[in-house]
């Protein structure tokens, strides 16, 4: 697909501009550090950066006996004040604190990491990520490098791009080494409509057919796929993925190999009026501060928790996106008006326990063939006037800043 990469391959210009304020920062930076390392990471250090994508992860390494058992995020947090004392400087609390900054217009992540040359010598996850980058530039050539880019876009695409657990879809990384692994973009996806019963994807063939089960954790292995971190053998680099994500996954790459075509790289976004002239209910959500993931996930539970609530005006479509600073959802249901009434099913009555339960919390219950029944008056017969109850309760108040329907 020569036509997409010429479209996502960052051009020249945009890649000197980028690395101009990569080197500015660093520059910078490196001025106030002793023991430590300013190392550039993520897509951009790899080459596998898609036009547009003007994040920049920098990575300050530290010297491992030195700062083994010290506080690096604090060391950093404290060099970045002296660095760049007219910047505004974000914490993010995580397993290890890092940092957050605009600098000349480019969004940067500076995350502190111990400087390691082997995997278990971590003493976080941040720590590998050196090693993941120096794993790829040995393993990718250019024309790698460009298929990565393909798949990373295809996903994009789909909405199956990034290991967030709001998204739990494929991470960059993840999509490096499969493509790394099969040798192409098609290739990928090839292997991909094959897949069956948890394929293993070994790259570094750290274990001999399926023998990495035994050896790596059972809470990292309930993922549908499994990817050895090439870097360490003990790690499922793809224990985020969801079943769901995955059979996605499979079915987009059948059907592009099918038919090969550029509307798969496209991404498309939620079309507002078409889906208000569908007669669809659209929230918009405002997120709380905080973590990405953290704050994503929030927002998710809420569109899960308002989906169960809504099930008895018979949801026909709903969807949750966020792209910016605001999350959007819609559902499009075939009721817009349910019974002022409705019956709810009960135990049986030899089933002592649970029948006293019910009868605590249904006052006007009945029997009717061996089962309790109760009448249930619906306050909220109307879907808006249900939704805007179910907007006042205080789980969804307390998982966003402001949710309201447009």
Not at 17 to 42: C, E, P, R, W, Y
Request: glycine share 4%.
């Amino acid at each position: 697909m020569k036509s997409v990469l010429k479209k996502i391959k960052p051009s020249e210009f945009e890649q000197k501009q980028f690395m101009s304020a990569v080197d500015a920062f660093t520059k910078k930076l490196k001025k106030n550090l002793s023991h430590a390392k300013v190392i550039l990471g993520g897509s951009a250090k790899k080459g596998t950066i898609i036009a547009g994508n003007h994040d920049i992860d920098i990575f300050v390494a530290f010297d491992y006996q030195k700062y083994l058992n010290l506080d690096i995020s604090k060391k950093l947090g404290n060099v970045l004040k002296n660095s760049f004392p007219d910047l505004k400087i974000n914490k993010v609390h995580g397993s290890r604190d890092y940092y957050q900054t605009v600098f000349h217009d480019y969004p940067i992540e500076i995350i502190p990491v111990l400087e390691i040359k082997h995997a278990n010598q971590a003493q976080n996850i941040t720590d590998n990520s050196p090693l993941h980058a120096k794993w790829v530039e040995k393993h990718a050539t250019q024309k790698i490098k460009d298929d990565i880019r393909l798949l990373k876009q295809f996903c994009k695409a789909h909405k199956l791009y990034g290991a967030e657990s709001f998204i739990s879809g494929f991470s960059g990384y993840i999509l490096e080494i499969l493509t790394i692994n099969y040798g192409s973009f098609n290739k990928v996806l090839q292997a991909a409509t094959k897949w069956k019963n948890q394929p293993i994807i070994d790259p570094s063939k750290f274990y001999p057919k399926r023998m990495a089960l035994f050896h790596i954790n059972n809470s990292k292995l309930r993922s549908p796929l499994i990817v050895i971190d090439p870097v360490d053998k003990t790690r499922n680099a793809a224990s985020a993925l969801s079943e769901e994500k995955y059979k996605i996954f499979i079915k987009q790459a059948k059907k592009y190999l099918k038919k090969p075509a550029e509307k798969y790289f496209e991404k498309t976004t939620l079309e507002i009026e078409k889906l208000r002239k569908s007669g669809a209910i659209l929230l918009e959500i405002t997120p709380l501060k905080g973590k990405h993931d953290v704050i994503g996930m929030k927002m998710l539970k809420v569109f899960n928790y308002l989906k169960k609530e809504l099930q008895s005006f018979k949801i026909n479509k709903s969807g949750f996106e966020w792209e910016q600073k605001n999350a959007t959802l819609y559902f499009i249901t075939k009721l817009n008006v349910i019974p002022k009434e409705s019956i709810r099913m009960g135990p049986p009555l030899h089933l002592k326990e649970h029948v006293k339960d019910f009868k605590k919390k249904n006052k006007k219950h009945y029997i009717e063939k061996g089962k309790l029944k109760a009448k249930i008056k619906q306050p909220y017969p109307k879907l808006k006037d249900f939704l805007n109850n179910l907007l006042s309760k205080e789980y969804v108040k307390e998982r966003v800043k402001k949710i309201k329907i447009i």
